[in-house]
């Protein structure tokens, strides 16, 4: 598949809105499966997978002036201004492997971000809000229950994928939890979550064919699904909703 191409052929009275792309805007707590998903939605739809952590880091690493001053408040401790954010997300998206659309994980996670995204959005794309909804039990036991290979890195769930033996990795290196992964931090996470990106969730709300649920309580392989029809049918209802 080349683009995002999941609408049927438009017809004179719509071809202009139709041919809009999509940005697909991944909302979700901590452990819902927005960073599981992106990567094959990326793949699938041929699109770049863009993350606000991908952006800080590669700028830093070629050291770009967006790069060096977002690494001056990074070094202090310091929140990332949301002006540096839009300006790295802007010079990120005129690149032309996101002439088809894009996936953003990460961004906006502020209202000020979202209405900036907005103005820049209206006449290029077409946004979607896709909201991984998951209870706060399913979260906590999804990530608690995380543990990985200190020698080679590969990922096991004490439930959903364990290991042949609990204390070893196929590889032979030894299993650790991250000390985030405690049940204590991941309950302050969605804390944050709730005060600082819940918000995002109502704004979207309010606009009119934007935000879609995904009950990401179900298998891999159907969220994907149910992500794809959602998508598939959006395209086809352009929504003049600013």
Aim: with cysteine; glycine share 8%.
């Amino acid at each position: 598949m080349v683009g995002i191409t999941l609408a049927r052929e438009p017809d004179a009275t719509d071809t202009k809105e139709i041919a809009k792309p999509l940005a697909v805007i991944l909302l979700g707590p901590p452990g819902s499966g927005k960073g599981t998903h992106a990567g094959p939605l990326s793949k699938y739809l041929t699109v770049p997978h863009i993350s606000t952590g991908d952006l800080f880091r590669g700028n830093i690493r070629e050291q770009t002036p967006l790069g060096l001053l977002a690494k001056t408040y990074i070094d202090k401790g310091n929140l990332v201004p949301d002006e540096l954010v839009l300006d790295m997300f802007f010079d990120r998206v005129s690149k032309t492997d996101c002439k088809n659309g894009y996936i953003l994980d990460g961004f906006p996670r502020t209202i000020p971000q979202a209405e900036a995204l907005d103005l820049y959005l209206h006449t290029r794309n077409q946004t979607v809000a896709l909201y991984f909804t998951l209870t706060d039990e399913e979260i906590i036991e999804r990530i608690t229950g995380r543990i990985a290979c200190k020698v080679c890195g590969r990922p096991y769930h004490k439930k959903f994928a364990p290991p042949q033996n609990e204390m070893l990795c196929e590889c032979g290196g030894s299993l650790y939890q991250r000390d985030d992964d405690r049940v204590e931090i991941v309950c302050k996470r969605l804390d944050i979550y709730r005060k600082q990106t819940q918000p995002l969730i109502e704004y979207y709300s309010n606009k009119i064919n934007v935000l879609k649920e995904i009950n990401s309580s179900n298998g891999k392989e159907q969220v994907l699904q149910d992500v794809l029809s959602v998508l598939s049918t959006t395209h086809l209802q352009y929504s003049k909703s600013y």
